[in-house]
């Protein structure tokens, strides 16, 4: 089972509950490696190829917060989010934070093991392949490659990659999104519309979603995220991509 060969890596600073997951998880058939701080996260990221990392919102002596965003910047591994954080607001942040999910604390053992399932299932229907945080080399150009602006994106293998070579690491929902963009470009797009392309349905989508990620893409892929070129706001209704479009 694909289960029996995923390694996945907590990241928390309680004993107890590094203790706890690395034994949920083994007795559920998954490798665990359990670390208390983002230098040991790091250090663990460099040895092994992880399927997937529980990391902790509140750490005590630094922030998930940033680990998550450093992180995202070089890696597309999936994430889920441990927060004691429960209104609306927080589990948007969360998502804000490039989490690809999030749990709840206090969870049951059974909620913990079917988010994480449900992750490495989706990144496996939409990869084609076991995650990994080993980046995958840039592909010559095909009738699957669509271009704008410096950027190629590769829509059979999922991935982003600038002119230069250098790759984009995309969550889910920002792939889903940047390719719902790309395929229909100058195209006005609602955020219901937009939230229809880019929910999953083992994840809950909020109002604020669309424009949630729509700020980290523009944080990505503009020149000046502040004065976006491509991805630009329709006042009232809602996004267009703006950007001229080639495939190949």
């Known amino acids: 089972m694909e289960t029996s060969k995923s390694r996945i890596l907590v990241v928390d600073d309680e004993p107890d509950m590094v203790a706890f997951l690395e034994d949920l998880l083994h007795k559920a058939g998954f490798d665990a490696d359990g670390v ?28 998930g917060l940033t680990l998550a965003r450093e992180l995202r910047q070089h890696s597309a591994i999936p994430i889920i989010m ?9 589990r ?35 990869t084609g392949a076991a995650p990994s945080n080993a980046p ?32 984009c690491a995309l969550t889910q929902a920002e792939f889903r999104l940047l390719e719902a963009f790309v395929r229909q470009p100058q195209r006005v797009w609602t955020r219901d519309q937009l939230l229809e392309h880019t929910r ?20 990505k892929i503009e020149p000046n995220p502040k004065h976006p070129q491509y991805i630009c706001t329709e006042r ?4 267009v991509f703006a950007a001229q479009v080639t495939r190949g």
């Open 36 to 63: 208390s701080n983002g230098e040991q996260m790091h250090e663990a990221l460099a040895k092994h190829a992880y399927a997937l990392i529980l990391l902790d919102l509140r750490l005590k002596s630094e922030d």
């Open 82 to 90: 441990v927060s004691g954080a429960s209104d609306e607001t927080d």
């Open 92 to 126: 948007v942040l969360l998502l804000e934070l490039a989490a690809d999910d999030f749990l709840i604390k206090p969870f049951s053992p059974r909620e913990l093991l079917a988010r994480v399932r449900a992750v490495l299932r989706r990144y496996a229907v939409e």
């Open 136 to 167: 995958r080399p840039p592909k010559p150009a095909s009738r699957d490659h669509v271009r704008f602006g410096p950027w190629v994106l590769d829509l059979a293998e999922r991935e982003l990659v600038h002119q230069d070579g250098s790759p």
């Open 200 to 219: 999953s349905l083992e994840t809950e989508v909020f109002d604020r979603t669309i424009d949630v990620l729509i700020l980290r893409l523009r944080r």
């Open 236 to 239: 009232g209704i809602g996004y």
